[in-house]
């Protein structure tokens, strides 16, 4: 689960606000004509900043900066809104645009917005930085560790603090409503039954109590999310498989590396055999021109074992088990899974195909 779907699903505010998000990105780059009317008010406002980035779910690395084009285009995207309510007369279009135009006026947006954006910059240049493709998986998890680190400096109260002041302040400058307290509800029977009762049930006192939660809340599942990503025993195991590669071409301690492979590829690797090809990587890299004392990259370490002669593949063969287990295993990316669904839908394809051609009436 990515760090956007995960913040859609499980905070209601921000939930409302990415759907409103999604209905923006939709009314504009599916109408040539509100885009165009778009670009003119930019230029009569003489806005110089990005225009409205397409919020698509699919895509990973610019979440970030479509929240911060809405924010940067707000003025424009509400005078948009009532020239299109004068200008179009599908009913149904009319009352999309008045939910937008709504929901644009409360402050939930700009907070919502601002914070979406505060977070989703740093996970969006995560995701971009791991999709190179000379990085190894301990490379990228220490990647993570970094960006958790600099999320959980962004999570007291003193950065929530500067945060509501410059949001608020911001809301101010863009004429929306003033941040307000939900209505109050009774808690229900259900509940009641199993010792709660009114008085216990929680409900913050004032709206930047309210609005604290929610940011403290979207902070921990943020990283709670990149922790629980990279914190899995296949990505383990395949860090394993990169780690005890590149430390024996380069004469590092890749021992306990190959027992935690062994342990889980049991009696597919001869441990025994392995050691001792293990301990002729490094020699066999000096023989082809490589400097040991330099750091391997992954991509080069694969360029390496497939350009060895057929012979000195033999001589290492179970090193060289090991680097096609790592090709074959895919760690959590996106081109596995549209490989598969690529062939998916082939696969439906040619069965539809061959239906039509040996039953032509089918």
């Not at 929240?67 to 948009?80: C, D, I, K």
């Not at 950065?159 to 509800?185: E, G, H, Q, V």
Request: proline residues 3%; positive net charge; glycine residues 2%.
């Amino acid at each position: 689960m990515s760090v956007y779907t995960l913040l859609w699903s499980r905070i209601p505010c921000l939930h409302s606000v990415f759907r409103t998000a999604l209905e923006i990105s939709k009314l504009i780059k599916k109408s040539p004509k509100r885009d165009t009317k778009l670009n003119e008010l930019r230029e009569m406002n003489e806005n110089d900043t990005k225009s409205i980035h397409n919020l698509c779910p699919t895509r990973w690395t610019v979440k970030g900066e479509a929240f911060e084009s809405y924010l940067n285009n707000y003025n424009q995207l509400m005078e948009l809104w009532e020239w299109s309510l004068s200008n179009v007369k599908d009913n149904e279009m009319k009352a999309r645009i008045r939910g937008v135009q709504t929901v644009m006026e409360l402050f939930d947006f700009v907070f919502c917005c601002s914070l979406s954006q505060t977070i989703l910059r740093q996970t969006d240049n995560l995701s971009k930085t791991l999709q190179y493709s000379h990085i190894s998986a301990a490379q990228g998890q220490e990647l993570a560790s970094l960006v958790v680190k600099t999320l959980s400096k962004d999570c007291n109260t003193e950065m929530f603090d500067n945060f509501w002041k410059n949001t608020t302040k911001r809301a101010k400058s863009l004429a929306t409503s003033d941040p307000s307290l939900p209505r109050k509800r009774k808690i229900t029977d259900h509940f009641g039954r199993n010792g709660g009762s009114q008085e216990s049930h929680y409900f913050p006192k004032t709206p930047e109590e309210r609005y604290r939660a929610i940011y403290f809340e979207v902070y921990d599942a943020t990283i709670n999310c990149i922790k629980q990503r990279f914190d899995q025993p296949d990505y383990r195991t395949y860090i394993h498989l990169q780690e005890t590669l590149l430390k024996a071409v380069t004469s590092g301690d890749w021992q306990k590396h190959l027992d935690e492979v062994c342990d889980v590829y049991g009696d597919d690797i001869n441990k025994y055999a392995a050691e001792t090809q293990l301990k002729n990587l490094s020699e066999m890299a000096i023989s082809e021109g490589f400097n040991p004392d330099s750091s391997f990259l992954i991509n080069e370490l694969i360029k390496f074992l497939q350009a060895l002669p057929e012979a000195k593949k033999l001589l290492i063969k179970e090193v060289v088990k090991i680097a096609k287990i790592m090709l074959v295993m895919p760690a959590t990316n996106a081109l596995s899974e549209r490989s598969f669904s690529a062939l998916r839908r082939l696969k439906t394809y040619l069965r539809s195909t061959t239906t039509r051609i040996l039953i032509p009436n089918a």
